[in-house]
C-alpha cells in the first residue's frame, strides 16, 4: 500500500519539481533512483526500467562513473526481474566495468554486483556459473567483514543456496539458508527473511518433503502479505505440491491466487476463470502460474471425467501463449532465443491436449488450435527478422538511419563474437571481456534509442515489424498449388506432433517415439554423417538392409499415417531433432536384397515426389517481397585447408567454436558454383574470393544464391551457428577490425 502511495504521488512530484530544481541538480538522480526502486518492490518493471534509464541519462551526462554503475546494476536487476535476461547481463556487465574504473569503490558494491551477475545466470538456467559468480560475492565479504556482520551475507548465502537447489545439491543449499537465518537473527535483521523462508520452502520442495516446504512457504506469505511481488510465487509453490500430493482442488486455489497477485483482478474464486490482464511485469512467473494451472485442469478432467476441464486449461495455454508472444516483441534476441527454448515444453502440452480434443469431439477448432501452437513455435527469429527487414523496406527510412543501424548492429555483433571466442580459450582475458561488454551496452543503448526514434517517427515501421497475422488452415490451403502438400512438425520431449495440408483437407496426428524409433532414427543419422561409421558399415547385405530397415521404419512412423499417397511437391517443415534428417533419403517399402545388395535401387522418397524445406507454413506460402538488381545467380565457393569434418569439428555436444582454417576442403564445389553461374549467366565467388564481406554486398540483389560451403550448429547457444567462407586475415589479426573478417557468418 506505502508503495503504491509513493507511486500514485510521483507524476505530481514530478511536474512542481521541474518548475523549481535546476535539471542537474543531484535531485534528479536521487528521484530517479528513488522511484525505480518503488515500481521494482511493486512488480511494476516497465516503469522501473523507465525510471532506471532516466538514471543513467542522468549520471552519464554528469560523468560520474560509482552513480553510473549503481544506476546499470539497478537497471539490470529490474530487467531480470522482467524475464529479459540479456539485457540485464549488458547493463550488470556494464556496472562492474565502471566499478572497476572507480578507485574509491566500496567492496559491497563488488559484491553486490557479482551477486546480480549471479542472479541472472541463475534465471537462464546457468547454475554453475550461478554459483561461481555468488562465490565472488562470498569471498569479497569474507575478505572485508569476516564476522559475518554484514547484511549482505543474506543476499549471497540465499544466491548459492538457490543455485546448489538446482544442481540437486540440497543438503549444502540447506546450510547456505541456515547461515542466512542466523545473519537474520545476528543482526535482528527482518528485512527479506520471507525470501530466506521461501528459498528454504523451495529447496524442501525440490527435496520431495512437502511438510517442511509447506511451513516455511506458509511463513514467507505471511511476512509478505497479498500485496508483495513475490507473493504470487510462494503461492504456486504451494500450488505444487498441492498437487502432487493430489489434491487438486487446493491446488487450483493456490494457482488462482498467485494469478491474482500477478496481474489484475479477476473472479479467482471460479477455478475455471482466467484473467485478462491489461499488463504483466512479472511474466516468468505469469507464465509458471499459467502452465501450473493448466496442468491441475487436465488431471482434474482425468480424474472425475470432466472435458469441461479440458477446455478451461486449453483455454489457460491460451493465454499462457499469448504472453510469451508478447514476451517476444518486447526482449532482445538472446532472451528471445532462451524463452523460445523455455517455451517448448509448454507449447508440447498446448498441442497434444488441442489435438486430445480434436480425436475426442471432431471439431476443427481444435486441430485449428493445435496447428496454429505449432506455427507459434516456429522459426520465430527469422520470421522477426524479415518483418523487421520490410518494414525499413515499406516504411520510406531515410537511407542514412538504415546506415546507422546497420553499423550499430555490425557493432554489436564484433564484439559478441569477440567474447564468444574469448571464452573458448582455457584461460579467458576477463578484464577484455569486460571492456567488450562494455562497448556492447554503448552500442546497444545508441540501437534502441535509434529503434524509438524509428518506431515514433515513422508509424508504418512500427505497424509492418510487429503486426503477426496468424496462418489458418483454410489460408493454408488456399495458398498451397493443387498438386503440393505440406507437412509440417513439432518434436517435443514426450512425443512428435504432425499435420499435413493440401488442397482437400488436413489432419493431425500425435504419436510417442519407442525404443526402436530412436535406434532407427539414431542409427540412420549415424551412418549419414558420420565417415567412418558409414566406411566400416560398407556395402554389404547387412549394412544395406539394415539402411533399408531404419528409412523404411522412420518413413512408416513419419510421412506414411498423413500422406498415404504422396503429391508431386511435398513442403517439409521439421521441428526439433527432426530438423537434421533429410527425408528424400526415407524409404517409400521395404526392400531387402541378400543377392545384389545396393543403396541406388532402393525406393527413397525422393523418387516419389519433389521434397522442399521450409523454417515454418508462413514463411513458406506468404515470402515477403525482395529487390531484384535482375541478375539471376550468385555462388559462393571458399576454399579450405584444414582436416575437420562435419562430425568432428564441433565436438559431441555441439558447442564449440569454429575457425575456417581447421575444416576440410570440400572437393567439388568450386566446379559445382563456377558450372551453374555460367547456366544462369550469374556471378561465381570462388575460393579466396568467397568472403563474408562479398556475401554481404551481394545477398540482396540476385534472386538465386547458392552456397557451397561448410556450416555448423551451436547447439548451446543456436544464435553463435554460422556459415564458413574463406578468411581474410589469420586468426591473430581479428581483435581490432570487423567480425566481417573472420570469415565465420554466426546467424
Not at 415 to 439: G, T, V
Amino acid at each position: 500500500g506505502e508503495y503504491r502511495e509513493a507511486a500514485d504521488r510521483f507524476s505530481k512530484l514530478e511536474t512542481t519539481a521541474r518548475k523549481h530544481i535546476h535539471a542537474d541538480s543531484a535531485f534528479w538522480g536521487n528521484y530517479f533512483n528513488a522511484a525505480g526502486a518503488v515500481y521494482n518492490s511493486m512488480g511494476n518493471y516497465e516503469a522501473a526500467i523507465e525510471f532506471g534509464l532516466r538514471e543513467i541519462n542522468f549520471f552519464s551526462k554528469n560523468n560520474k562513473s560509482a552513480d553510473l554503475a549503481i544506476a546499470c546494476n539497478n537497471v539490470g536487476t529490474y530487467y531480470r526481474n522482467k524475464g529479459d535476461f540479456d539485457r540485464s547481463l549488458e547493463y550488470t556487465q556494464a556496472a562492474l566495468q565502471h566499478f572497476k574504473l572507480t578507485p574509491q569503490t566500496l567492496p559491497e558494491d563488488f559484491s553486490w554486483t557479482y551477486g546480480n551477475l549471479s542472479g541472472t545466470w541463475y534465471r537462464k538456467k546457468d547454475f554453475p556459473k550461478a554459483f561461481e559468480f555468488a562465490q565472488n560475492a562470498l569471498e569479497i565479504l569474507q575478505k572485508h567483514f569476516p564476522a559475518e556482520d554484514n547484511w549482505m551475507y543474506v543476499n549471497v548465502y540465499n544466491d548459492l543456496a538457490n543455485a546448489c537447489t538446482e544442481m540437486q545439491e540440497y543438503e549444502l543449499a540447506l546450510q547456505y539458508l541456515n547461515k542466512a537465518l542466523k545473519v537474520h537473527e545476528k543482526k535482528g535483521l527482518e528485512m527479506d527473511k520471507e525470501v530466506t523462508l521461501q528459498n528454504l520452502g523451495h529447496a524442501y520442495r525440490m527435496m520431495g518433503r512437502f511438510p517442511e516446504a509447506i511451513n516455511y512457504l506458509n511463513q514467507a506469505i505471511e511476512l509478505y502479505g497479498p500485496k508483495h511481488r513475490n507473493y504470487g510465487k510462494a503461492c504456486r509453490h504451494l500450488g505444487y505440491i498441492a498437487q502432487r500430493q493430489g489434491d487438486y482442488q487446493t491446488a487450483l486455489q493456490w494457482q488462482q491466487k498467485s494469478l491474482l497477485a500477478l496481474t489484475d483482478t479477476f473472479p479467482y474464486q471460479d477455478v475455471m476463470a482466467n484473467p485478462a490482464p491489461q499488463r504483466v511485469d512479472a511474466f516468468l512467473d505469469f507464465l509458471f502460474a499459467l502452465r501450473d494451472k493448466a496442468e491441475t485442469l487436465c488431471l482434474v478432467a482425468d480424474k472425475d471425467s470432466r472435458p469441461e476441464y479440458l477446455d478451461a486449461a486449453l483455454a489457460t495455454y491460451d493465454l499462457a501463449a499469448g504472453l510469451l508472444d508478447s514476451m517476444r516483441t518486447e526482449y532482445q534476441e538472446g532472451s528471445r532465443q532462451f524463452w523460445n527454448q523455455e517455451a517448448q515444453p509448454l507449447m508440447e502440452k498446448a498441442i497434444a491436449l488441442a489435438l486430445r480434443r480434436y480425436r475426442d469431439t471432431k471439431q476443427q477448432q481444435f486441430l485449428e488450435q493445435a496447428f496454429r501452437y505449432t506455427e507459434r513455435s516456429k522459426a520465430l527469429l527469422l520470421a522477426e527478422a524479415l518483418r523487421e527487414s520490410a518494414a525499413k523496406q515499406q516504411a520510406g527510412i531515410p537511407e542514412n538511419l538504415l546506415q546507422e543501424e546497420k553499423q550499430l548492429k555490425i557493432d554489436i555483433s564484433f564484439y559478441k563474437s569477440r567474447i564468444f571466442r574469448e571464452q573458448q580459450r582455457s584461460k579467458p582475458d576477463n578484464d577484455k571481456i569486460l571492456l567488450w561488454q562494455a562497448q556492447i551496452h554503448k552500442s546497444r543503448r545508441a540501437y534502441e534509442n535509434l529503434l524509438d526514434q524509428l518506431e515514433t517517427s515513422y508509424p508504418e515501421y512500427y505497424r509492418i515489424k510487429y503486426e503477426q497475422p496468424e496462418l489458418s488452415l483454410t489460408a493454408v490451403q488456399k495458398k498451397l498449388p493443387g498438386n503440393t502438400g505440406l507437412l509440417e512438425y513439432f518434436a517435443g520431449d514426450e512425443g512428435i506432433y504432425a499435420f499435413y495440408i493440401d488442397r482437400n483437407g488436413a489432419r493431425g496426428y500425435a504419436f510417442r517415439p519407442d525404443s526402436s524409433f530412436h535406434q532407427a532414427f539414431d542409427t540412420l543419422l549415424l551412418t549419414l554423417r558420420d565417415r567412418s561409421a558409414a566406411l566400416e558399415a560398407g556395402r554389404s547385405a547387412a549394412a544395406v538392409n539394415r539402411f533399408a530397415d531404419n528409412a523404411a521404419a522412420l518413413y512408416r512412423a513419419l510421412v506414411a499415417p498423413l500422406a498415404p499417397s504422396l503429391p508431386e511437391q511435398l513442403i517439409l517443415v521439421p521441428g526439433g531433432k527432426l530438423a537434421y534428417l533429410p527425408f528424400e533419403l526415407l524409404l517409400t517399402g521395404t526392400q531387402r536384397n541378400s543377392a545384389a545388395p545396393g543403396y541406388a535401387g532402393l525406393p527413397y522418397l525422393l523418387r516419389e515426389t519433389t521434397v522442399r524445406y521450409e523454417y515454418a507454413a508462413a514463411l513458406a506460402l506468404d515470402k515477403p517481397a525482395r529487390g531484384s538488381s535482375g541478375r539471376q545467380f550468385a555462388g559462393f565457393a571458399p576454399a579450405y585447408s584444414g582436416d575437420w569434418t562435419a562430425l568432428d569439428s564441433r565436438g559431441a555436444d555441439n558447442c564449440a567454436g569454429a575457425d575456417p582454417a581447421d575444416f576440410a576442403p570440400l572437393q567439388k564445389n568450386q566446379a559445382e558454383v563456377a558450372q551453374i553461374a555460367q547456366l544462369f549467366e550469374g556471378q561465381a565467388f570462388l575460393g579466396d574470393a568467397a568472403t563474408e564481406t562479398r556475401f554481404r554486398q551481394q545477398s540482396g540483389a540476385p534472386k538465386i544464391v547458392h552456397l557451397a560451403m561448410h556450416g555448423f550448429l551451436n547447439d548451446c547457444d543456436p544464435l553463435y551457428s554460422g556459415l564458413v567462407f574463406s578468411k581474410v586475415l589469420p586468426r591473430a589479426a581479428q581483435d581490432s577490425v570487423s567480425t566481417e573478417s573472420d570469415g565465420v557468418l554466426y546467424t
